[in-house]
C-alpha cells in the first residue's frame, strides 16, 4: 500500500525545472525531496510538490509544523517520520528542502545537494528538534497503541 500521491510528471528535467515542467501553485509549504535510489545510473531521485499533497492520508500537524520554514531550507530527515518507502536499503535519510511562497520551489537542485553539507543545509535547533521528535515518537505510539 502506497502512503504518498504518486507525481504528476515523471521527467529528467526535474533536477533544474523549466517551463515544460507541469507547475501547481501550493496551499501550504511547497517542498523538493532528494533521496539515495539503488539505480547505478540515476542514484539519487527527487521529488517535487506540495507538502500538503506528499502524504495520501496526510501529515500530521506538528510534523508539519516542524519541517515548514518560512525561508528556504533544507535538511536531513528520517524517512520514516515521513512515512516514506525507502528506495535504497543504505540510508534511512532524506534531503528534505521546503519554503512557502509561489512555486518556491523551482532551483536547481545539483547545486543543493553539491552543497548540502555546507552552511546551505539548516538543521532544526535543539529544543526545536527535540519537540519534533518527541512529538513524532508519541505520534507512533498513538498510532500503534503501544501507551
Known amino acids: 500500500m502506497h502512503y504518498y500521491f ?23 509549504a511547497c ?10 545510473f540515476s542514484p539519487k531521485a527527487i521529488l517535487r510538490g506540495c ?13 508539519k509544523d516542524a519541517i515548514i520554514t518560512y525561508h528556504k531550507s533544507c535538511r536531513s530527515t528520517d524517512r520514516h517520520l515521513l512515512q516514506l518507502i525507502s528506495l535504497s536499503k543504505d540510508s534511512q ?9 509561489k ?10 545537494l553539491e552543497t548540502s553539507s555546507a552552511s546551505k543545509v539548516i538543521f532544526l535547533s535543539p529544543v526545536r528538534y527535540i519537540i519534533f521528535h518527541v512529538s513524532i515518537i508519541a505520534i507512533i505510539l498513538l498510532k500503534f497503541s503501544l501507551f
Request: glycine share 4%; charged share 30%; with cysteine.
Open 6 to 28: 504518486p507525481p504528476k510528471n515523471f521527467t529528467d528535467s526535474c533536477w533544474l525545472p523549466d517551463k515544460s515542467i507541469g507547475q501547481i501553485p501550493c496551499r501550504t
Open 31 to 40: 517542498f523538493v525531496l532528494i533521496e539515495d535510489t539503488e539505480d547505478e
Open 103 to 112: 512555486l518556491c520551489n523551482d532551483e536547481d537542485m545539483r547545486t543543493t
Open 93 to 101: 535519510y532524506v534531503l528534505m528542502c521546503t519554503c512557502e511562497g
Open 51 to 63: 507538502v500538503d499533497r506528499l502524504l495520501l492520508f496526510g501529515m500530521d500537524d506538528d510534523v
